[in-house]
């Protein structure tokens, strides 16, 4: 049963630490995306890759948000520093670009709690 | 800036009633939009819908895409407390610097009582 994975599933960490958040697309999956997901701001795309090329990444904050896809059955979000408004949940989806159109198949995500 | 609403924000209903839920947008170059059904955890798939007018269906949900007028509606029929969820809808698109990207919406939160 193809799936994304995720890991950790959950992290709590005090501000000012590195966290890393690693996600393995769909075998065969071309595409990755990476999702915040909030109460108040619902799923906010923070970056998008294809063919481990980052296509875009304006949702993210650069100074200290990095997204990278060492090879293709990996993805990396890392935030260095945390701060606690960057508590959320952290999705990572894959889809396969075929044509014009991608469906994205979820990760059961990270839970990021930052104190 | 794409956008995508959804409405009612949530919803409560009995067993066995009918619901729909309702997704407008904007999106610069439209690709596709897509229906998921969110619980405790991730996101899960529920339709892709790329062509106006085209229902698609799947046991008691069916969803159809109005691209003139830039919405889609999702119908649960005899809904069952088991179709309790966030109900998502997202919209494919390309952006002004030409990458594609997955809009979402904010979610109905549906809420079916025995």
């Known amino acids: 049963d193809a799936r994304v994975t995720q890991t950790p599933r959950h992290k709590v960490t005090e501000m000012g630490q590195e966290v890393t958040m690693r996600c393995q697309p769909i075998?065969?999956?071309?595409?990755v995306f990476w999702y915040r997901q909030t109460m108040m701001q619902g799923l906010e795309l923070l970056a998008y890759?294809?063919?481990?090329?980052?296509?875009?990444d304006s949702g993210m904050p650069k100074d200290r948000f990095s997204a990278e896809m060492p090879d293709a059955t990996l993805a990396t979000l890392k935030i260095q520093p945390s701060e606690p408004r960057d508590s959320a949940v952290y999705f990572c989806?894959?889809?396969?670009?075929?044509?014009?159109?991608?469906?994205?198949?979820f990760g059961q995500g990270t839970r990021l709690t930052v104190v | 800036e794409d956008k995508v609403v959804q409405s009612p924000l949530s919803l409560v209903v009995h067993e066995g009633d009918t619901v729909t839920l309702n997704c407008s947008y904007e999106?610069?170059?439209?690709?596709?939009l897509l229906w998921y059904k969110q619980e405790k955890k991730a996101p899960t798939f529920l339709f892709m819908l790329?062509?106006?007018?085209i229902e698609k269906k799947s046991g008691r949900l069916s969803s159809i895409l109005d691209k003139k007028e830039l919405f889609s509606i999702l119908n649960i029929t005899a809904t069952q407390t088991g179709d309790s969820a966030v109900y998502l809808c997202?919209?494919?698109?390309?952006?002004?610097?030409?990458?594609?990207?997955?809009?979402f919406g904010k979610g109905t939160k549906l809420s079916v009582i025995p």
């Open positions: 997202a919209v494919g698109g390309f952006s002004g610097a030409g990458s594609y990207q997955l809009t």
């Open positions: 790329t062509s106006s007018g």
């Open positions: 075998l065969g999956h071309n595409t």
């Open positions: 989806a894959s889809g396969l670009r075929g044509g014009s159109n991608t469906e994205a198949f």
């Open positions: 890759f294809r063919n481990r090329a980052p296509l875009d």
């Open positions: 999106v610069t170059n439209f690709r596709s």
